[in-house]
């Protein structure tokens, strides 16, 4: 039995769900909609404010199809509720990030700025000039974004510089030591 499959998914006020005949579940809520192609090995119900998944046998596929059906649904909810975000930390001498209309601008030690469109349906906000906060309704457009940005400078071990989330532990490593 699945642990996260057969834990329904609560629907807050203001949030619709619609399944339609080929297992395409469209979320509608506040913040906006969200759509997704769900395995069609997973029967989806609708009972008033809950969404029960259910699957036809115990096979491997359908038992590891059923915890992904109900974690995509529960996402795109929490999406269009609230809004996913990840924060980046930049760390280094001169790095700095700001924003330029729809466009992120850091500088990080390169002989030239750095400058990122923000794709759609992702916004990005610097609170300071060393944080980055990337905010969407798409749980996997913020987390691909955000590795994105992360990928110009990933934190190296000796001195911690670089583009971290601020949840990353950087694991540090002993500089070179003197001749004896």
Request: aromatic share 6%; net charge positive; glycine share 10%.
């Given at each position: 039995?699945?642990?996260?499959?057969?834990?329904?998914?609560?629907?807050?006020?203001?949030?619709?769900?619609?399944?339609?005949?080929?297992?395409?579940?469209?979320?509608?809520?506040?913040?906006?909609?969200?759509?997704?192609?769900?395995?069609?090995?997973?029967?989806?119900?609708?009972?008033?404010?809950?969404?029960?998944?259910?699957?036809?046998?115990?096979?491997?596929?359908?038992?590891?199809?059923?915890?992904?059906?109900?974690?995509?649904?529960?996402?795109?909810?929490?999406?269009v509720t609230e809004e996913f975000q990840k924060k980046l930390v930049l760390?280094?001498?001169?790095?700095?990030?700001?924003?330029?209309?729809?466009?992120?601008?850091?500088?990080?030690?390169?002989?030239?700025?750095?400058?990122?469109?923000?794709?759609?349906?992702?916004?990005?906000?610097?609170?300071?000039?060393?944080?980055?906060i990337v905010k969407g309704i798409d749980k996997a457009l913020v987390g691909n974004y955000a590795a994105v940005i992360?990928?110009?400078?990933?934190?190296?071990?000796?001195?911690?510089?670089?583009?971290?989330?601020?949840?990353?532990?950087?694991?540090?490593?002993?500089?070179?030591?003197?001749?004896?």
């Amino acid at each position: 039995m699945s642990r996260i499959g057969v834990k329904p998914v609560l629907l807050p006020a203001g949030v619709e769900i619609s399944v339609d005949e080929n297992n395409f579940a469209t979320v509608k809520g506040p913040k906006g909609e969200l759509g997704a192609q769900l395995s069609n090995l997973i029967k989806v119900e609708v009972e008033g404010n809950e969404v029960k998944f259910s699957r036809s046998s115990e096979n491997r596929e359908h038992r590891a199809q059923h915890g992904l059906a109900r974690t995509l649904v529960n996402n795109m909810v929490i999406g269009v509720t609230e809004e996913f975000q990840k924060k980046l930390v930049l760390n280094g001498v001169g790095y700095k990030a700001e924003k330029k209309g729809n466009k992120l601008v850091m500088n990080l030690g390169f002989s030239h700025p750095v400058e990122m469109e923000d794709p759609e349906g992702i916004t990005t906000e610097v609170p300071d000039a060393l944080t980055v906060i990337v905010k969407g309704i798409d749980k996997a457009l913020v987390g691909n974004y955000a590795a994105v940005i992360r990928d110009w400078r990933r934190p190296e071990p000796y001195k911690g510089k670089g583009i971290k989330y601020d949840y990353e532990h950087i694991r540090r490593k002993e500089g070179k030591t003197g001749a004896k």
